[in-house]
Protein backbone atom coordinates (compact mmCIF):
# COMPACT_ATOMS: atom_id res chain seq x y z
CA UNK A 1 0.00 0.00 0.00
CA UNK A 2 1.78 3.41 -1.15
CA UNK A 3 1.46 6.28 0.66
CA UNK A 4 2.16 10.11 -1.13
CA UNK A 5 4.49 12.35 1.26
CA UNK A 6 6.01 15.80 0.91
CA UNK A 7 9.15 15.77 -0.59
CA UNK A 8 10.95 16.92 2.59
CA UNK A 9 9.32 14.68 4.86
CA UNK A 10 10.41 11.66 2.54
CA UNK A 11 14.04 13.30 2.61
CA UNK A 12 13.83 13.72 6.07
CA UNK A 13 13.30 9.78 6.15
CA UNK A 14 15.40 8.89 3.63
CA UNK A 15 18.01 10.60 5.70
CA UNK A 16 18.05 8.17 8.47
CA UNK A 17 19.03 5.19 6.27
CA UNK A 18 22.46 4.37 6.36
CA UNK A 19 22.48 3.68 2.34
CA UNK A 20 21.65 7.45 1.89
CA UNK A 21 22.97 8.69 4.60
CA UNK A 22 25.73 10.91 3.33
CA UNK A 23 24.05 12.61 0.37
CA UNK A 24 23.18 16.30 1.35
CA UNK A 25 19.98 17.87 1.82
CA UNK A 26 19.70 19.07 -2.05
CA UNK A 27 20.84 15.64 -2.89
CA UNK A 28 18.01 13.85 -0.61
CA UNK A 29 15.35 16.09 -1.79
CA UNK A 30 16.46 14.89 -5.54
CA UNK A 31 16.18 11.05 -4.56
CA UNK A 32 12.84 11.43 -2.83
CA UNK A 33 10.77 12.81 -5.75
CA UNK A 34 11.77 8.82 -7.16
CA UNK A 35 11.21 7.04 -3.94
CA UNK A 36 7.40 5.97 -2.70
CA UNK A 37 7.13 4.93 0.97
CA UNK A 38 5.12 1.94 0.65
CA UNK A 39 3.58 0.47 4.24
CA UNK A 40 2.49 -3.41 4.68
CA UNK A 41 0.98 -5.10 7.60
CA UNK A 42 2.23 -8.05 9.70
CA UNK A 43 2.36 -10.79 7.88
CA UNK A 44 1.91 -8.84 3.93
CA UNK A 45 3.75 -10.43 1.46
CA UNK A 46 6.00 -7.90 -0.17
CA UNK A 47 7.36 -9.57 -3.37
CA UNK A 48 7.25 -13.70 -4.82
CA UNK A 49 10.01 -15.95 -5.39
CA UNK A 50 9.87 -15.67 -9.35
CA UNK A 51 8.10 -12.05 -9.44
CA UNK A 52 9.95 -9.49 -12.02
CA UNK A 53 12.27 -7.49 -9.99
CA UNK A 54 11.32 -4.12 -10.66
CA UNK A 55 12.46 -2.13 -7.51
CA UNK A 56 14.56 -1.84 -4.98
CA UNK A 57 13.28 -1.39 -1.13
CA UNK A 58 14.58 -0.02 1.99
CA UNK A 59 13.04 -0.94 5.30
CA UNK A 60 12.39 2.67 7.30
CA UNK A 61 10.51 1.17 9.53
CA UNK A 62 9.70 -2.48 11.03
CA UNK A 63 11.08 -5.80 9.72
CA UNK A 64 11.14 -8.10 6.44
CA UNK A 65 12.01 -12.15 6.62
CA UNK A 66 13.51 -13.50 3.70
CA UNK A 67 12.39 -16.86 2.57
CA UNK A 68 12.43 -19.83 0.37
CA UNK A 69 10.61 -23.34 0.32
CA UNK A 70 13.11 -26.39 0.33
CA UNK A 71 12.84 -29.78 -1.61
CA UNK A 72 10.44 -30.14 1.16
CA UNK A 73 8.31 -27.61 0.23
CA UNK A 74 8.64 -26.12 4.19
CA UNK A 75 9.98 -22.81 4.89
CA UNK A 76 13.53 -21.71 5.42
CA UNK A 77 14.23 -18.35 6.57
CA UNK A 78 17.45 -16.76 4.72
CA UNK A 79 17.68 -13.62 6.60
CA UNK A 80 15.62 -11.24 8.69
CA UNK A 81 16.00 -7.55 7.67
CA UNK A 82 16.01 -4.57 9.88
CA UNK A 83 15.77 -1.26 9.77
CA UNK A 84 18.37 0.52 6.98
CA UNK A 85 18.81 -2.51 5.62
CA UNK A 86 17.71 -3.11 1.84
CA UNK A 87 15.93 -5.85 -0.14
CA UNK A 88 15.23 -6.82 -3.97
CA UNK A 89 19.20 -6.08 -4.67
CA UNK A 90 19.66 -9.15 -6.87
CA UNK A 91 17.04 -9.19 -8.89
CA UNK A 92 17.05 -5.55 -9.37
CA UNK A 93 21.33 -5.38 -10.46
CA UNK A 94 20.65 -8.42 -12.83
CA UNK A 95 17.68 -7.68 -14.79
CA UNK A 96 16.18 -11.27 -13.75
CA UNK A 97 13.36 -12.44 -11.17
CA UNK A 98 12.73 -12.85 -7.83
CA UNK A 99 15.29 -15.51 -6.27
CA UNK A 100 13.49 -15.02 -2.55
CA UNK A 101 10.03 -14.65 -0.99
CA UNK A 102 9.94 -11.29 1.16
CA UNK A 103 7.37 -10.85 3.89
CA UNK A 104 6.79 -7.94 6.55
CA UNK A 105 7.31 -9.80 10.26
CA UNK A 106 5.53 -6.92 11.65
CA UNK A 107 3.86 -3.49 10.72
CA UNK A 108 6.61 -2.48 8.19
CA UNK A 109 7.17 0.81 6.29
CA UNK A 110 10.01 0.78 3.60
CA UNK A 111 11.07 3.13 0.17
CA UNK A 112 10.48 1.65 -2.74
CA UNK A 113 12.67 2.92 -5.72
CA UNK A 114 12.33 1.66 -9.01
CA UNK A 115 15.14 -0.23 -11.12
CA UNK A 116 15.96 2.35 -13.43
CA UNK A 117 16.12 5.17 -10.59
CA UNK A 118 18.45 2.62 -8.74
CA UNK A 119 20.77 2.54 -11.51
CA UNK A 120 20.63 5.94 -11.99
CA UNK A 121 21.30 6.66 -8.52
CA UNK A 122 24.35 3.99 -8.09
CA UNK A 123 25.65 5.64 -10.98
CA UNK A 124 25.16 9.47 -9.59
CA UNK A 125 26.79 8.22 -6.06
CA UNK A 126 29.82 5.81 -6.31
CA UNK A 127 29.81 5.40 -2.49
CA UNK A 128 26.38 3.90 -2.71
CA UNK A 129 26.96 1.68 -5.34
CA UNK A 130 30.12 0.19 -2.77
CA UNK A 131 27.94 -0.31 0.18
CA UNK A 132 25.39 -2.26 -1.98
CA UNK A 133 28.47 -4.66 -3.31
CA UNK A 134 29.15 -5.05 0.77
CA UNK A 135 26.16 -5.75 1.40
CA UNK A 136 25.83 -8.35 -1.36
CA UNK A 137 29.07 -9.59 -0.75
CA UNK A 138 27.63 -10.54 2.95
CA UNK A 139 24.20 -12.08 2.05
CA UNK A 140 26.61 -14.14 -0.50
CA UNK A 141 28.86 -14.87 2.43
CA UNK A 142 25.52 -15.54 4.92
CA UNK A 143 24.09 -18.38 2.02
CA UNK A 144 26.72 -19.95 1.86
CA UNK A 145 26.84 -20.58 6.05
CA UNK A 146 22.86 -21.46 5.48
CA UNK A 147 23.79 -24.11 2.79
CA UNK A 148 26.77 -25.81 4.66
CA UNK A 149 24.80 -26.05 8.07
CA UNK A 150 20.93 -27.21 6.72
CA UNK A 151 19.57 -30.38 8.25
CA UNK A 152 17.99 -32.85 5.81
CA UNK A 153 14.79 -34.19 7.23
CA UNK A 154 15.27 -36.96 9.93
CA UNK A 155 14.25 -40.34 8.23
CA UNK A 156 13.06 -41.66 11.68
CA UNK A 157 10.88 -38.88 12.84
CA UNK A 158 9.40 -39.36 9.29
CA UNK A 159 9.10 -42.65 10.19
CA UNK A 160 7.41 -41.66 13.88
CA UNK A 161 5.17 -39.40 12.23
CA UNK A 162 3.46 -42.16 10.19
CA UNK A 163 3.28 -45.71 12.34
CA UNK A 164 0.10 -47.48 13.19
CA UNK A 165 -0.69 -48.34 16.75
CA UNK A 166 -0.31 -52.12 15.86
CA UNK A 167 3.11 -50.94 14.08
CA UNK A 168 4.41 -49.23 17.61
CA UNK A 169 3.24 -52.26 19.55
CA UNK A 170 5.41 -54.80 16.97
CA UNK A 171 8.63 -52.54 17.81
CA UNK A 172 7.90 -52.41 21.23
CA UNK A 173 7.34 -56.69 21.34
CA UNK A 174 10.15 -57.64 19.14
CA UNK A 175 12.41 -54.70 21.10
CA UNK A 176 11.80 -56.64 24.35
CA UNK A 177 11.54 -60.36 23.04
CA UNK A 178 15.20 -59.42 21.56
CA UNK A 179 16.42 -58.54 25.27
CA UNK A 180 18.52 -60.41 27.56
CA UNK A 181 15.63 -59.24 30.25
CA UNK A 182 13.26 -61.25 28.47
CA UNK A 183 15.76 -64.13 28.50
CA UNK A 184 15.77 -63.98 32.12
CA UNK A 185 12.42 -63.76 32.69
CA UNK A 186 11.24 -66.49 30.28
CA UNK A 187 13.93 -68.76 31.49
CA UNK A 188 13.10 -68.02 35.29
CA UNK A 189 9.19 -69.15 34.17
CA UNK A 190 10.48 -71.95 32.72
CA UNK A 191 11.96 -73.01 36.19
CA UNK A 192 9.57 -72.73 37.90
CA UNK A 193 6.73 -74.30 36.44
CA UNK A 194 9.17 -76.76 36.07
CA UNK A 195 10.03 -77.20 39.67
CA UNK A 196 6.46 -76.60 40.39
CA UNK A 197 4.91 -79.54 38.74
CA UNK A 198 7.78 -82.01 39.88
CA UNK A 199 8.55 -81.41 42.91
CA UNK A 200 6.69 -79.43 45.32
CA UNK A 201 2.60 -80.03 43.29
CA UNK A 202 4.02 -83.86 43.18
CA UNK A 203 4.24 -84.46 47.20
CA UNK A 204 0.84 -82.95 47.35
CA UNK A 205 -2.07 -85.49 47.46
CA UNK A 206 -5.04 -85.93 44.98
CA UNK A 207 -3.97 -88.59 43.09
CA UNK A 208 -0.73 -90.97 42.26
CA UNK A 209 0.88 -88.15 40.66
CA UNK A 210 -0.26 -85.89 43.80
CA UNK A 211 -1.68 -81.86 42.53
CA UNK A 212 0.27 -81.32 39.19
CA UNK A 213 -1.82 -79.01 36.47
CA UNK A 214 0.87 -80.22 34.21
CA UNK A 215 2.96 -83.41 34.85
CA UNK A 216 6.36 -83.92 33.05
CA UNK A 217 6.25 -83.77 29.80
CA UNK A 218 4.84 -80.55 30.83
CA UNK A 219 2.46 -80.92 27.89
CA UNK A 220 0.49 -77.49 28.48
CA UNK A 221 3.83 -75.67 28.94
CA UNK A 222 5.00 -76.94 25.74
CA UNK A 223 1.80 -75.79 24.05
CA UNK A 224 2.56 -71.93 25.91
CA UNK A 225 5.95 -72.30 24.32
CA UNK A 226 4.74 -73.31 20.82
CA UNK A 227 1.90 -70.36 21.25
CA UNK A 228 4.27 -67.94 21.97
CA UNK A 229 6.62 -68.42 19.13
CA UNK A 230 3.64 -68.28 16.90
CA UNK A 231 2.74 -65.32 17.69
CA UNK A 232 6.22 -63.71 18.43
CA UNK A 233 7.27 -64.40 15.00
CA UNK A 234 4.86 -62.71 13.20
CA UNK A 235 5.20 -59.49 14.90
CA UNK A 236 9.54 -59.41 14.94
CA UNK A 237 8.85 -60.13 11.16
CA UNK A 238 6.65 -56.85 11.13
CA UNK A 239 9.55 -54.68 12.80
CA UNK A 240 11.63 -56.12 10.54
CA UNK A 241 9.96 -55.08 7.60
CA UNK A 242 9.23 -52.16 9.07
CA UNK A 243 13.56 -51.46 9.76
CA UNK A 244 14.04 -52.53 5.95
CA UNK A 245 12.03 -50.15 5.11
CA UNK A 246 13.66 -47.11 7.14
CA UNK A 247 16.82 -48.42 5.16
CA UNK A 248 15.42 -48.02 2.17
CA UNK A 249 14.21 -44.43 2.83
CA UNK A 250 17.49 -43.78 4.35
CA UNK A 251 19.53 -44.57 1.06
CA UNK A 252 16.41 -42.77 -0.67
CA UNK A 253 17.30 -39.82 1.80
CA UNK A 254 20.98 -40.17 0.63
CA UNK A 255 20.40 -40.35 -2.71
CA UNK A 256 18.33 -37.46 -2.85
CA UNK A 257 20.70 -34.99 -0.15
CA UNK A 258 23.74 -35.67 -2.48
CA UNK A 259 21.70 -34.61 -5.59
CA UNK A 260 20.39 -31.79 -4.02
CA UNK A 261 23.66 -30.88 -2.57
CA UNK A 262 25.64 -30.97 -6.36
CA UNK A 263 22.62 -29.34 -7.77
CA UNK A 264 22.72 -26.50 -4.61
CA UNK A 265 26.31 -26.25 -5.56
CA UNK A 266 26.29 -26.18 -9.24
CA UNK A 267 23.55 -23.24 -8.52
CA UNK A 268 25.61 -21.71 -5.92
CA UNK A 269 28.59 -21.40 -8.10
CA UNK A 270 26.47 -20.33 -11.23
CA UNK A 271 25.23 -17.17 -8.97
CA UNK A 272 28.47 -16.30 -7.56
CA UNK A 273 29.74 -16.28 -11.08
CA UNK A 274 27.11 -13.74 -12.36
CA UNK A 275 27.05 -11.62 -8.30
CA UNK A 276 30.91 -11.27 -9.18
CA UNK A 277 30.57 -10.30 -13.05
CA UNK A 278 27.69 -7.72 -11.40
CA UNK A 279 30.08 -6.66 -8.67
CA UNK A 280 33.11 -6.23 -11.15
CA UNK A 281 31.06 -4.01 -13.55
CA UNK A 282 29.82 -2.00 -10.21
CA UNK A 283 33.64 -1.50 -8.86
CA UNK A 284 34.66 -0.74 -12.98
CA UNK A 285 31.90 1.97 -12.85
CA UNK A 286 32.52 3.06 -9.59
CA UNK A 287 36.45 3.75 -10.27
CA UNK A 288 35.83 5.18 -13.75
CA UNK A 289 33.18 7.97 -11.72
CA UNK A 290 35.41 8.85 -9.62
CA UNK A 291 38.21 9.13 -11.98
CA UNK A 292 35.72 11.24 -14.06
CA UNK A 293 35.09 13.69 -10.36
CA UNK A 294 39.43 14.00 -10.23
CA UNK A 295 39.83 15.29 -13.34
CA UNK A 296 36.65 17.86 -12.85
Given at each position: MSESLSRSEEAEALSRIPLFRQLDQTELENLAESVDQVHYKAGEVIFHANDPGDALYVIDEGAVRIWVHDADVKEVTLSELRPGEFLGEMAVLDGGERSANAT??????????????????????????????????????????????????????????????????????????????????????????????????ARMGRGPDGAQFDPYPYILLNLMLSMTAALQAPIIMMSQNRAGEKDRLAAEQDFKVNLKSELMLEEMLRKDKERGEKMNELVEMVRSLQNAQKSD
Open positions: AIVDSTLHRLSRDDVQSFLLRYPHAATDVIREVAARLRQTNLLVSQRVTRNVNEAMEEKMTVGQRVADKVASFGGSWTFIFIYGGFLIIWMATNTFLL
